[in-house]
């Protein structure tokens, strides 16, 4: 796979340099190059066989420049000791569980995928990593369970102090070890910018720092597996259109779902839910990208004013917002409607969900009932447990979801994490710590 910046088109790097570096030079954000077609290879999938060989045929025509193909195939059997899981609410309604894995959020499945193949490189290599990633709530844990006492690597993890829920902060602040977690006294949008600055800064130069937040490719992209797995699973019942409606906050999930039908994976709409934070909703709708601060919302995960991962889909969509609008839908839904729609699934279907997958749920309900031809498969992607939200889903159904044994173990752990200011300087010191 090659890959080039956003910013600089025609400089192109090899995958294994965008991995590690994270963040291009000129500040932008490394897209593939090529144009896969690889829609006959998505038809010819077997359903029967498990996500980690699935997973290695999906990714063996990406990666084979790149990386041995015995190898992708024990880096996916490394990486994919858990599965997505397919459930069935209603005719031609699915929710896809994307919290199977050690953290309980869909960003396991990246984030475990990056740890191993950059630990194989690096044990090649004989090399160093300082992994430096910003988080609003599941990327944080995913990323230090995925890279906990990995070889070679330490971990540094920016979150936003009080803007994360108690079992998240648990999650990513008990590990220790190589995992060094900083409460920033600030939003997850100051704690991005801190990322951003301290790549681009001259005086961390000689720090091997690259990053595993959706900036990184090497994250982003085996995200686009679990929308092929579905469509794999869903392939021979399909009567009509399929549409994935995606939690959005930082617009990775969604990136890589596009990715997906770039490569062949034929999906009729993407829905973009969103919470208050309605940057992109608003701008399909009026064809202007106005970042702001962000809102504190029940599903925090998705407080992003200014996500990052817009401009890939710029690139993607040539900067035409008419081009994106023809494949993406976009809808806000408040903090009441969340309630509203956790309370509904339980009530209906003794099911909880998360407050992200609610929105989602909401979004895709009110899209179905508005354009939706009858037979058209809606799969909604559920980015949580709902228990690491026990607070808000007690709030609207009055009972608490049932914590999984991953989960109930961070009870008796105790916090350990540095409070800083939302200052790069304060950042540079504890970078300098570890050099």
């Known amino acids: 796979m090659k890959v080039a910046s956003t910013r600089s088109p025609y400089n192109v790097v090899s995958f294994r340099e965008a991995l590690f570096e994270g963040l291009a030079s000129d500040g932008g954000l490394y897209v593939p190059v090529e144009n896969y077609d690889l829609r006959n290879l998505y038809?010819?999938?077997?359903?029967?066989?498990?996500?980690?060989?699935?997973?290695?045929?999906?990714l063996i025509p990406l990666f084979n420049d790149d990386i041995p193909q015995d190898q992708i195939n024990k880096i996916c059997q490394d990486a994919f000791f858990f599965s997505p899981q397919l459930k069935k609410l209603d005719e031609n309604f699915y929710i896809l569980e994307l919290f199977h894995g050690p953290s309980c959020a869909f960003k396991d499945f990246g984030a475990s995928f990056l740890a191993t193949a950059m630990s194989w490189f690096l044990?090649?290599?004989?090399?160093?990593?300082?992994?430096?990633?910003?988080?609003?709530g599941d990327t944080g844990s995913a990323v230090a369970h995925a890279f906990y006492q990995k070889p070679n690597i330490d971990v540094v993890i920016l979150y936003p102090s009080g803007r994360v829920s108690p079992l998240q902060e648990k999650q990513l602040t008990t590990l220790g070890y190589n995992i060094h977690a900083l409460e920033v006294?600030?939003?997850?949008?100051?704690?991005?910018?801190?990322?951003?600055?301290?790549?681009?800064?001259?005086?961390?130069?000689?720090?091997?720092?690259?990053?595993?937040n959706s900036i990184n490719l090497g994250r982003l992209i085996p995200q686009s597996l679990y929308y092929i797995w579905s469509f794999?699973?869903?392939?021979?019942?399909?009567?009509?259109?399929?549409?994935?409606?995606?939690?959005?906050?930082?617009?990775?999930?969604?990136?890589?779902?596009?990715?997906?039908?770039?490569?062949?994976?034929?999906?009729f709409k993407f829905i973009a839910a969103t919470n208050i934070n309605d940057v992109v909703p608003e701008y399909l709708?009026?064809?202007?990208?106005?970042?702001?601060?962000?809102?504190?919302?029940?599903?925090?995960?998705?407080?992003?004013?200014?996500?990052?991962?817009?401009?890939?889909?710029?690139?993607?969509?040539?900067?035409?917002?008419?081009?994106?609008?023809?494949?993406?839908?976009?809808?806000?839904?408040?903090?009441?409607?969340?309630?509203?729609?956790i309370k509904k699934i339980w009530t209906e279907h003794h099911y909880d969900i998360c407050p992200h997958t609610a929105v989602g749920v909401k979004a895709s309900l009110d899209y179905q009932n508005l354009f939706s031809e009858e037979g058209s498969c809606h799969v909604v992607l559920a980015t949580a447990h709902p228990a690491k939200f026990v607070e808000v889903v007690q709030m609207a159904t009055g009972r608490e979801p049932k914590l999984p044994e991953q989960l109930q173990k961070l009870s008796q752990k105790q916090k350990q994490s540095l409070l800083i200011e939302a200052e790069l300087d304060?950042?540079?010191?504890?970078?300098g710590s570890l050099r």
């Open 123 to 136: 044990q090649n290599e004989n090399k160093r990593s300082i992994i430096l990633t910003a988080t609003s």
């Open 185 to 212: 006294k600030g939003s997850f949008d100051d704690c991005q910018r801190l990322v951003k600055e301290a790549f681009l800064d001259n005086q961390l130069a000689d720090l091997p720092l690259t990053s595993a």
């Open 285 to 341: 709708k009026t064809q202007r990208f106005r970042p702001r601060p962000s809102l504190a919302t029940y599903s925090n995960a998705m407080d992003v004013g200014n996500p990052s991962n817009f401009e890939r889909l710029e690139v993607l969509f040539q900067k035409n917002p008419n081009l994106m609008g023809a494949l993406i839908s976009a809808e806000s839904v408040t903090d009441h409607q969340t309630l509203e729609t």
């Open 232 to 267: 794999v699973q869903l392939r021979d019942s399909l009567n009509d259109d399929l549409i994935f409606t995606v939690p959005s906050g930082n617009f990775g999930n969604l990136t890589a779902g596009v990715y997906a039908w770039k490569w062949g994976l034929p999906v």
């Open 426 to 431: 304060s950042l540079k010191e504890f970078l």
């Open 43 to 58: 038809l010819s999938l077997d359903p029967k066989k498990n996500y980690s060989e699935l997973a290695a045929q999906m």
